[in-house]
T-cell receptor, first 113, second 113 residues
């Protein structure tokens, strides 16, 4: 597609529920990133893939967070046993190769109630 | 790790005036500095970037300057228009930690018609 597509756009989860957030990067983009953006803050890094390899997951806040990109294109960010502090916008971005600027998707706004 | 600070947090200007947003970074190894514009409900959009081997870059009404010695960089928007109203984020790339970007906390720019 022409841009980075994320789904769903909005997700309301009850505390303790598992959620899965999907990212379709720009076709051919090797690098894929997940960021978490709290209200009124800048994006904070979660994890980075180059093709199907997860090269950096240092930003994942706990072992409840898991990301995968099994075929090197679509990626899923999974959050298990959601907590209220997980409420944020989750942004996916892709880039053609390392060192280039990102193209961000519109994000998934997760609200945990 | 890298620490990016951004000022001001809010900025209001009259249409036609200039707007300047400033960022500082802590790690002298950072070598790539993009600026993103984020409109409500959308993901950040890359508007301009600069690499550490360049002191200034201009694209129509937008310019970015970089002072490597002082470790600060600035975004300049001239002849502002109401459609420039958005949140602007600066970011820095830390070479030694792969492809992760560190973002500032954002500047909410309002252009008053």
């Amino acid at each position: 597609g022409a841009g980075v597509s994320q789904s769903p756009r909005y997700k309301v989860a009850k505390r303790g529920q598992d959620v899965a957030l999907r990212c379709d990067p720009i076709s051919g983009h090797v690098s894929l990133f997940w960021y978490q953006q709290a209200l009124g803050q800048g994006p904070e890094f979660l994890t980075y893939f180059q093709n199907e390899a997860q090269l950096d997951k240092s930003g994942l806040p706990s072992d409840r967070f898991f990301a995968e990109r099994p075929e090197g294109s679509v990626s899923t960010l999974k959050i298990q046993r959601t907590q209220q502090e997980d409420s944020a916008v989750y942004l996916c971005a892709s880039s053609l190769r390392q060192g280039h600027g990102y193209t961000f998707g519109s994000g998934t706004r997760l609200t945990v109630v | 790790g890298e620490n990016v600070e951004q000022h001001p947090s809010t900025l209001s200007v009259q249409e036609g005036d200039s707007a300047v947003i400033k960022c500082t970074y802590s790690d002298s190894a950072s070598n790539y500095f993009p600026w993103y514009k984020q409109e409500l409900g959308k993901g950040p959009q890359l508007i301009i970037d600069i690499r550490s081997n360049v002191g200034e870059k201009k694209d129509q009404r937008i310019a970015v300057t970089l002072n490597k010695t002082a470790k600060h960089f600035s975004l300049h928007i001239t002849e502002t228009q109401p459609e420039d109203s958005a949140v602007y984020f600066c970011a820095a790339k830390l070479v030694s930690t792969g492809n992760q970007f560190y973002f500032g906390t954002g500047t909410s720019l309002t252009v008053i018609p």
